[in-house]
């Protein structure tokens, strides 16, 4: 049991639950340590913090993975945002221009040519 009463199994549910609410796809139990960590801590645990929304979180999140170069994670929230309906189009463009004077131009051009691909793509899907 965790320390609030909740057995490992239902900690687990949570963590899952939290992981398909924040990228739209229904997830499945893991195996492995990073898994359980991921579902059980990250999700079950920090994303599920009431004091900040999901797309609050999503939105520091886009500005930590663009300061930090890494565009294939930033791909993937940038398709949650939209599917989810957290973030428009338009709403993407300008946070990539936006970054563009934090971050620096070569990182904010680079998410604003990521957000036009996941645009594109979800287009695609419809």
């Not at 963590?15 to 960590?37: I, R, T």
């Not at 940038?78 to 946070?95: K, P, T, V």
Request: aromatic share 8%; glycine share 10%; charged share 25%.
């Amino acid at each position: 049991m965790t320390t609030d009463g909740e057995s490992p199994t239902d900690v687990r549910q949570r963590g899952l639950a939290k992981m398909s609410e924040v990228y739209g796809w229904e997830f499945a139990d893991g195996p492995g340590d990073h898994f359980a960590v991921t579902a059980d801590h990250l999700f079950a645990e920090i994303w599920s913090r009431p004091a900040l929304t999901v797309r609050e979180r999503r939105l520091l999140l886009l500005g930590a993975l663009t300061a930090q170069g890494n565009f294939d994670v930033a791909e993937i929230q940038i398709g949650a945002a939209l599917r989810n309906g957290e973030l428009s189009e338009e709403q993407l463009r300008e946070i990539a221009l936006f970054l563009c004077h934090y971050v620096g131009w070569p990182a904010g051009t680079t998410l604003d040519g990521t957000v036009g691909k996941v645009i594109a793509q979800e287009r695609r899907k419809k």
